[in-house]
């Protein structure tokens, strides 16, 4: 049982290794664009699918409660979160527009749509991109396998050399914790 521990540990490390080497421009870009945004006073938006929803929650959490010490509280939504819009959104507008609708309500010019999809391919995910875009807000993508047809959509995108969705999901959590960490520091 240790070794298989040890193995999936070894292979996150390997990842994470390969991410920093392959991707360092990608993620530094992420950082400007994420900084920019708060600073801006702008609101950063999150969604996501499954285990991304849950980072989706976890980072607008982060930003607007705190991540390593007491500060000003960042304006975040994750999109994921209020299921009565989400199921009537389902209901009457079809599950591909639930976050959609919720970007064209809410987004405005210099807000940010932080988008986490490990295939890049969730149609739900690509129309909150294209309403994002349309509200005049930017796009961040965090993927795997290429970034899928999201790639096109995204102002920045973070695509994580893995084909594994535990792994890249990790590493998302990992790099946008240290952004946040970041921007912590200057608020």
Do not use: K, W
Request: with cysteine; aromatic share 4%; charged share 20%.
């Amino acid at each position: 049982m240790i070794d298989s521990i040890t193995r999936a540990l070894r292979e996150l490390s390997a990842t994470a290794l390969a991410t920093a080497a392959e991707i360092e421009a990608e993620i530094a870009s992420a950082a400007d664009l994420m900084r920019a945004t708060v600073t801006a006073g702008r609101t950063l938006f999150f969604c996501g699918n499954g285990g991304s929803a849950a980072d989706a929650q976890h980072l607008a959490t982060e930003y607007v409660v705190r991540y390593m010490r007491a500060r000003r509280a960042v304006a975040a939504i994750a999109l994921t979160t209020d299921t009565a819009l989400l199921t009537a959104a389902a209901n009457d507008l079809g599950f591909e527009n639930v976050f959609a609708r919720q970007i064209e309500a809410l987004a405005r010019p210099g807000d940010l749509l932080v988008i986490h999809s490990t295939s890049g391919d969730s149609p739900n995910v690509l129309r909150a991109a294209e309403a994002a875009h349309r509200a005049g807000a930017r796009v961040l993508a965090f993927s795997a396998r290429g970034g899928g047809a999201l790639r096109a959509l995204a102002d920045v995108n973070v695509v994580v050399p893995t084909q594994r969705t535990d792994r890249a999901q990790e590493l998302h959590l990992c790099i946008e914790h240290a952004i946040c960490e970041l921007i912590e520091r200057e608020l």
